[in-house]
């Protein structure tokens, strides 16, 4: 059996949770999401827990029952809670600014970037423009927004510029010898 497949999954008050022939909707105070159910795997709704079993020991069944478990037990907590990502923007000049919808990175290009945000992805801006910090429901598109906005200039390895994950480290190389 599964080990991360196997657990039970609670529901908090106000996450309504349903199942229907393969799809799973999860629904609650901060937005709704759904799942399809992959082949070999089925769901039990049972008083405040779902439980996922598989049907049998296939390999591909086995992998599916963890990783379903594992993106469900995501959009229970994402509706209720919600999940934050913070990068930081490190460097002489670079800073960010929220106009409306867009995200105004000025990063050392001769121009500034804006960036919109997708929907159901929320920034805020501190620490005077070197902190941003996304919130969203959904963890699938809060990761790629935050991995889209590290891509207009990923940390470099000689000065440690750019924009970084909260708590990454970036290993730094010696410069060039003097010799």
Known sequence: MSRIG?????????????????????????G?????IPSGV????????LNFTRVDDQKQHRINHGM????????????????TRNLNIIGVG?????????????????HPIY???PKGVTAEVQERGVLIVLKAYDKIVLGQTASEIR???????YKGKG??????????KEGKAKG
């Open 68 to 83: 379903i478990r594992s993106i469900v037990s995501n959009m229970v907590k994402g509706v209720s809670e919600g999940f």
């Open 115 to 117: 960036y919109e945000l």
């Open 6 to 30: 196997k657990l039970p999954i609670s529901i908090p008050k106000g996450v309504d949770v349903k199942i229907t022939d393969k799809a799973i909707l999860v629904k609650g105070k901060l």
């Open 32 to 36: 709704e999401l759904s799942e399809t």
């Open 151 to 157: 891509a207009f200039r990923p940390p470099e390895p």
């Open 94 to 110: 670079y800073r960010a600014e929220m106009k409306g919808n867009f995200l105004v990175l000025s990063l050392g290009y001769s």
């Open 163 to 172: 924009i970084r994950y909260q708590g990454e480290r970036v290993r730094q």
């Open 42 to 49: 089925n769901a039990v709704v049972d008083n405040d827990t």
